[in-house]
């Protein structure tokens, strides 16, 4: 009878171990999915902050695009961008660092 009640415990150890053993598979399952989801959900909230940001930029380049014909506003880029000036003006560049060596205004006139 003592060989009987000491054969059922070692089932019963197995079967206990197995049943562990399965439990922290599905825990270790688990916990990579919902790893994975938060990873995702991270994702999307990036990506929705980057579309924003870029339909903002799109609105705003079409604004331009709509100004590209626009005699006016080619001239002021023209004047801008490429420091442009019309014959008999006086171009002032001014020192933009702010460091103080230089004080003195660059002057270019026109001679056209």
Known sequence: MER????????????RMGIFILAVFLIVMVAMSVKSVVTL????VRLKAENAKLTKEKAKLQEE?????????????ARLQLRLIR?????????????GKDDR????????
């Open 105 to 112: 205004a660059k002057s270019r006139t026109s001679s056209y």
């Open 87 to 99: 014959p008999g003006e006086i171009l002032y560049i001014l020192d933009e660092d702010g460091d």
């Open 4 to 15: 009987n009640r000491k054969k059922k415990r070692y089932r019963i150890n197995w079967i």
């Open 65 to 77: 695009f709509k100004n590209v014909n626009d005699r006016n506003y080619i001239e002021e880029q």
């Open 41 to 44: 959900h991270q994702e999307q």
